[in-house]
């Protein structure tokens, strides 16, 4: 029976060091500021922003929020990003995606300020994410690294398995863990045998989006699994993107869905802000 990677209890110890380290900034005069801008009025999107908002006031982040109408046009949104990006008592800018279809995603990202980039999107921290140099990592991914490490789970050497392509986890996290000296090897939609590369892993990494799509007994016995996917079946119930009562009995160590990965995400948000904001008292 696997270990429960519990991304609450990891996520409450480092909040937890946030908000003393907030503390400590505060008293040197610098507040960490944040600012969250939503455009439209997309459901889950309302959610997670005043999740992001309750997070930074429980830690002590001012959080400056933007809530737009759907029908904003993107040359407002650049200027209204052109401006944060002026603003000293901001130390990171976040834009809730999706946006409206009428609005350039690529080009409201690559307005953002590198140096307040906290969502690690803009091409430049990409590109230092890639070459082992990071600014700013992505949260998700940065998020799992975290909870690999606090587990005691060591990436060296190992054969990690990620499946998903995406911007957001599957391309960062992949070069997470090559920085970690694992072998990784990197799966999608096209990938042929796919069980038989799962059956490889050490350590899978699972960010598909797909309820369950993942048997468990594709798992080698001992591997370490991290189901990034959260899907809402028919009935209500939440379930990643891995059989997880198969795998539970096959793995050393699991996320489970909810409360693993999740979690996590704006914790590194919250880090990220504060890494910013303590860059300020070095560049001043």
């Known amino acids: ?22 503390k400590n900034l505060e008293s040197q005069g610098i507040k960490p500021g944040l600012a969250v801008i939503l455009v439209g009025d997309d459901p889950a999107s309302k959610v997670y922003v005043s999740m992001k908002e309750k997070a930074c006031h429980d830690v002590g982040i001012f959080s400056d929020e933007y809530k737009l109408p ?14 944060l990006n002026g603003k000293r008592e901001i130390h990171g800018i976040l834009v809730q995606l999706p946006l ?20 690690g999107f803009h091409p430049y921290n990409v590109g230092r994410l890639i070459s082992g140099k990071p600014l700013f990592q992505p949260c998700t991914p940065y998020g799992i690294m975290v909870m690999l490490k606090e ?33 990784v090897t990197l799966c999608h939609t096209k990938t042929r045998n796919l069980p038989e590369k799962i059956g490889m892993a050490d350590i899978l990494i ?11 007994d594709w798992i080698k016995e001992g591997a370490v699994v991290i189901d990034v996917g959260v899907n809402r079946l028919d009935g209500g119930k939440l379930v990643g993107d891995v059989e997880f009562s198969v795998a539970q009995q096959r793995a050393s160590y699991i996320t489970p869905v ?12 919250l880090h990220n802000t504060l890494q910013s904001a303590k860059r300020l008292i070095h560049r001043s």
């Open 1 to 22: 029976m696997a270990i429960l990677i519990d991304g609450k209890s990891i996520s409450g110890k480092i909040r937890g060091e946030i908000a003393v380290e907030v």
């Open 100 to 119: 409206p279809k009428h609005i350039n995603e690529a080009k409201i990202v690559e307005a953002i300020s590198p140096e307040k980039d906290v969502d």
């Open 206 to 216: 699972a960010a598909v989006g797909k309820p369950e799509v993942i048997k468990g």
């Open 70 to 83: 759907a029908d904003t046009d993107e040359k407002q949104l650049l200027e209204l990003i052109h401006r």
């Open 151 to 183: 587990s005691g789970i060591d990436l060296s050497g190992k054969e990690v398995v990620v499946v998903g392509r995406s911007n957001i986890v599957g391309k960062p996290v992949a070069f997470m863990c090559l920085k970690q000296n694992a072998t």
């Open 258 to 269: 909810p409360g693993g990965v999740g979690p996590m995400t704006i914790t590194m948000l």
